[in-house]
């Protein structure tokens, strides 16, 4: 038994650190962690939503042109990035502690994903040139086995691994199991890496596989399950409930709402930064222009503005939305995890939406398109919000307060307010295909309406609750008079 070994065990297991030595509780570690890889997540929109357009050409071309591939690309390596994450939580559920060299070597894995965004330009600006996602598939590999280094690290050093592993005697059983789940990502990218140099599309297939590969492989064992029976006892016995990727299990629900709020709180940052970088106007412009009056001349960014507070309340009651759902969530499950990552995904898509809808002319074809553009983001925004909650339903014992639940006082009005932004954003949509001449005036009233909405929801939803109960409750009366009135006739007059 090694040295690091053999002090675990006289220490005993589930203690925290000593006093004095150099191991420390790893919750700081993983805040800047999360932070970190929120951050890097959302700026990956920031080659999509700064696409340049130009205003003879129409939105819809440039959609199939331009926009659409940097899209499709933004969603996947923002959907990859979030599975570096997802084996961040896991990793660190195993490992409780740290010491500097682990520290360390997590800095360097945040080196490595904080190069991702500027690999992601290359990919969106050079589609058809394989440096980009060779480079991009390079740094996945690098942050897969430095994370391996660490799982290796925590193994030989037991006394900072959680004490179910600490207590067990399968500790290189486990060591293999979280290495090989780790490491499937890496595989991948690596041959991502080796195919971009002959077949670009094939590439951009095993990166995609990186994100389907666990539930894939999930759903491949529940149909052996069914098909053949149930697992032997040995392979349940060896089964390592803190790190595998089923999505019943669950997750940090501290480190979801940590990366989620820092996803939000870094979209609102970069509305304003592209305000400050786009709508300070020239001082030698304003002189000869504007004959020295910067108020005129702040003037013409008008609509600038007004998108720009429009696109804020929709992100920041899109946050409180979200922050009502987990105030009545108690366990968020791998599934629940999944649908707030796309949900995320389209909330980092906003900053593109405030682009596409500041920078045409009042009531052009673009702007119309722009409107619907944003529309549809904020649709799926807020549908998998309520896909999360519909999810959680239907394990609520587990996954929900009691007065969440179905029946509970807060059931409807919860369900309302997740209800809101899928049916207010769905149907601006379709009045703007309707009344297109009206579009910009349906937007904005969309906007101006939502946050009074959310204000008077409960009393509405309270008015609904007892208009439903007053009908409910006059039916019943009906039916105990008419039974009354049964029990009062004769038996000859019942007959007839």
């Given at each position: 038994m090694s040295a690091p070994r053999a002090a675990a065990r006289e220490r005993g297991p589930g203690l925290g650190p000593e006093p004095g030595s150099s191991t420390q509780t790893s919750h700081r570690l993983l805040a800047y962690s999360d932070a970190l890889l929120s951050i890097i997540a959302t700026v990956m929109i920031l080659p999509v939503a700064h696409t340049k357009i130009h205003p003879d050409q129409k939105l819809g071309e440039s959609v199939q042109q331009l926009l659409l591939a940097k899209i499709a690309v933004y969603l996947m390596t923002f959907l990859i990035v979030t599975v570096a994450w997802a084996a961040h939580v896991r990793l660190f559920q195993v490992i409780e502690h740290i010491d500097d060299v682990l520290a360390l070597l997590n800095l360097a894995c945040m080196m490595i994903i904080t190069f991702l965004p500027y690999t992601f330009s290359l990919m969106a600006s050079f589609p058809g040139v394989p440096f980009g996602i060779f480079l991009f598939s390079v740094c996945a590999v690098i942050i897969g086995l430095i994370q391996a280094v660490i799982v290796a690290y925590g193994f030989y050093h037991p006394h900072l691994l959680n004490p179910q592993i600490q207590e067990s005697?399968?500790?290189?059983?486990?060591?293999?199991?979280?290495?090989?789940?780790?490491?499937?990502?890496?595989?991948l990218c690596f041959l991502a890496a080796i195919f971009s140099f002959f077949f670009i599309p094939l590439s951009y297939v095993l990166l995609g596989l990186v994100i389907v590969f666990p539930h894939l492989s999930r759903l491949i064992t529940w149909c052996k399950t069914k098909v053949l029976g149930q697992r032997g006892e040995e392979e349940e016995h060896h089964s390592l409930e803190t790190f595998t990727f089923y999505l019943s299990e669950p997750l940090s629900k501290e480190r979801v709402e940590a990366f989620s709020d820092g996803v939000y709180a870094i979209v609102a940052t970069l509305l304003i930064l592209d305000i400050c970088e786009d709508n300070v106007p020239d001082p030698r412009e304003v002189e000869e222009k504007f004959h020295g009056s910067l108020l005129e001349a702040l003037s013409q960014y008008g609509p600038n503005y007004l998108a720009y507070f429009g696109s804020f309340v929709t992100i920041g009651l899109l946050w409180f939305v979200h922050h009502s759902l987990f105030l009545y969530v108690t366990k968020a499950t791998r599934l629940m995890g999944l649908l707030n990552i796309l949900?995320?995904?389209?909330?980092?898509?906003?900053?593109?939406?405030?682009?596409?809808?500041?920078?045409?002319?009042?009531?052009?074809?673009?702007?119309?398109?722009?409107?619907?553009?944003?529309?549809?983001?904020?649709?799926?925004?807020?549908?998998?919000?309520?896909?999360?909650?519909?999810?959680?339903?239907?394990?609520?014992?587990?996954?929900?307060?009691?007065?969440?639940?179905?029946?509970?006082?807060?059931?409807?009005?919860?369900?309302?307010?997740?209800?809101?932004?899928?049916?207010?954003?769905?149907?601006?949509?379709?009045?703007?295909?309707?009344?297109?001449?009206?579009?910009?005036?349906?937007?904005?009233?969309?906007?101006?309406?939502?946050?009074?909405?959310?204000?008077?929801?409960?009393?509405?939803?309270?008015?609904?609750?007892?208009?439903?109960?007053?009908?409910?409750?006059?039916?019943?009366?009906?039916?105990?008079?008419?039974?009354?009135?049964?029990?009062?006739l004769s038996p000859n007059e019942t007959l007839s």
């Open positions: 005697e399968n500790q290189n059983f486990y060591k293999r199991h979280i290495l090989k789940i780790i490491l499937r990502g890496p595989v949900s995320l995904a389209f909330i980092g898509g906003l900053p593109l939406a405030y682009q596409l809808t500041s920078e045409f002319a009042e009531k052009s074809h673009n702007e119309i398109e722009a409107i619907q553009v944003s529309c549809v983001i904020t649709f799926f925004a807020s549908i998998f919000q309520f896909a999360i909650w519909t999810t959680a339903l239907l394990n609520e014992e587990e996954t929900l307060h009691a007065f969440a639940r179905y029946g509970g006082k807060e059931h409807a009005f919860m369900f309302a307010k997740l209800a809101l932004y899928p049916c207010v954003s769905l149907g601006a949509f379709f009045l703007t295909c309707l009344l297109s001449e009206f579009s910009t005036a349906i937007f904005h009233l969309m906007q101006i309406v939502i946050p009074f909405a959310f204000l008077a929801l409960r009393i509405f939803v309270r008015i609904f609750l007892t208009a439903i109960k007053s009908v409910m409750s006059l039916s019943r009366r009906k039916v105990v008079l008419l039974e009354e009135e049964e029990a009062c």
